[in-house]
């Protein structure tokens, strides 16, 4: 069983729509990290959280730390936020484990 | 430009080489983080340095080391390469401080052939 869960693994969408994907994890955490990676290859790391939640222009992110669970929102969604969107958990013990990614496609 | 600064951006080596891959941290931050990502395995954690010490270690072959040196920046020396090497290795560059987040590097593709 993977320490981190994502769904949906890929995910299509109308431009406008609001987004959400699913993240799961096992572990004890110190953060949950949420990142973004382009076609090109480049990661960006969107949120780092320990708890409640955080905002950055459209994208919304939020944890539950009692549910072990953490979503990332994106409204009004753009074709440029196509991409693929990874989960990470950070533990305690300052060990890294990453979701799958959700490859996610946003269309005109 | 995130300020962290890979080289070389691509390398093509054979079985059984050694390569060095560089990772300059964007300016202020202490800690160092190395990651492998492949096509069957995802993103991976391989190492951490901070202010030059190890501090944690993830699923780092024994074939793999690294360092960080004085001015901070770091190197991950791949050496005996088997054809499943070829990935990308991204650094990450952070504060050290937990509640602040890390910018990534642009990548250094490695193909072993």
């Known amino acids: 069983k993977n320490e981190v869960e994502q769904s949906p693994q890929n995910l299509t969408a109308q431009e406008g729509e609001f987004i959400t994907i699913n993240c799961s994890y096992s572990v004890g955490i110190s953060a949950l990290h949420w990142l973004q990676q382009h076609p090109g290859g480049g990661i960006v790391s969107l949120f780092m959280l320990s708890s409640g939640k955080k905002k950055h222009g459209r994208l919304i992110a939020t944890i539950n730390i009692q549910e072990k669970h953490s979503s990332l929102h994106i409204t009004a969604s753009h074709p440029r936020d196509s991409a693929v969107y990874i989960c990470?958990?950070?533990?305690?013990?300052?060990?890294?484990?990453f979701g799958t990614g959700t490859s996610l496609t946003v269309i005109p | 430009d995130s300020g962290v600064t890979q080289t070389p951006k691509h390398l093509i080596t054979a079985t059984g080489q050694r390569v060095t891959l560089r990772c300059s941290p964007r300016?202020?931050?202490?800690?160092v983080y190395w990651y492998q990502q492949s096509l069957d395995q995802g993103l991976q954690f391989l190492i951490q340095y901070y202010n030059g010490e190890e501090r944690a270690k993830g699923n780092i072959l024994e074939r793999f080391s690294a360092q960080q040196f004085p001015d901070l920046h770091s190197e991950l020396n791949l050496s005996s390469l088997e054809l499943g090497d070829s990935a990308l290795y991204f650094c990450a560059s952070g504060t050290g401080n937990r509640n602040y987040g890390y910018t990534f590097g642009s990548g250094t593709r490695l193909t072993v052939v």
């Open positions: 300016s202020g931050d202490l800690s």
């Open positions: 990470a958990a950070r533990t305690t013990g300052n060990q890294f484990y």
